[in-house]
């Protein structure tokens, strides 16, 4: 599979973490399991055919061609199956970002996904120009144009505490008491799991449980040969925890998801806000 990643605009960064364009030709086909999101994604499905399918959970979730999909953050266990040619422009929002682009809470969004082809003028506008666009430059434009006319104003400066408690559990690659989190973004426990709820769409503790489960997969897939210490650096004190993690989250074992580990699709790129 293709993938390129996109260069975002200034005016955007604030809002976009990571952009990318992946393309899979007619007779090709792949598997694979996700890592939880930790970012809000809006799909751009540019294919002609009918040829992106997602088990979400209990949830089978088809894709259709010529259209736009959006996701909250999600922490069930997905894998997806690229059946045959795609072309797809994946757009991974800033944390809290979401809540401006839905215009609502993102815990309405967590752990769902919904087709937003139709939800307004502009976005059937731009999904129909994305069909005739002839050229990833032109496609990546109109997208990016699309979202300048979406993100017409910041977060609150109540968002800065949770910017700063996600700073702090990135850092700590998700291993950081929770009952402490609060106190170093100077703000009650109470308070701090409303603002992630209402911005993030998990509380603090299952926000940092998937940041140290996906820092864990993200360092032992540069480092195979110490994964007993790379999961005392993540907080798993005993492999029993990581093992019920990855089921958890995968849905598997870990020996089975890195075995079929596809480094070319990287999790739709979940994992890079990890990369040193």
Known sequence: ??????????????????????????????????????????????????????????????????????FGVGNLPASFHV????????????????????????????????????????????????????????????????????FRVNLPLKYGAVAKAINILCQKSGHFPVENLSEQVFTSNRNLNYLFMEYIGFSPKKYGDMIRFNSFVNLYAQNPEILFDIALRCGYHDLSHLNKDFMRYMGTSPSDYFSNTHSDINNWCELDYLKP
């Open 1 to 70: 599979m293709y993938h390129q990643l996109l260069p975002i605009q200034p005016a955007l960064g604030r809002y976009i973490a990571n952009a990318s364009y992946f393309q899979q030709n007619p007779e090709d086909f792949c598997e694979f399991k996700m890592v939880p999101r930790i970012f809000s994604t809006l799909f751009f499905v540019i294919e002609k055919k009918q040829s992106l399918e997602m088990l979400y959970g209990t949830e089978n979730y088809i894709f259709r061609p010529n259209s736009v999909y959006a």
């Open 83 to 150: 059946l045959s040619e795609i072309e797809v422009i994946l757009v991974q929002m800033q944390p809290g970002i979401s809540c401006l682009f839905h215009n609502d809470d993102a815990h309405i969004f967590a752990n769902k996904r919904f087709d937003i082809t139709d939800i307004d003028q502009n976005t059937r506008d731009v999904n129909e120009k994305l069909a005739y666009a002839d050229s990833v430059d032109l496609k990546w434009q109109l997208v990016q144009e699309y979202l300048i006319r979406k």
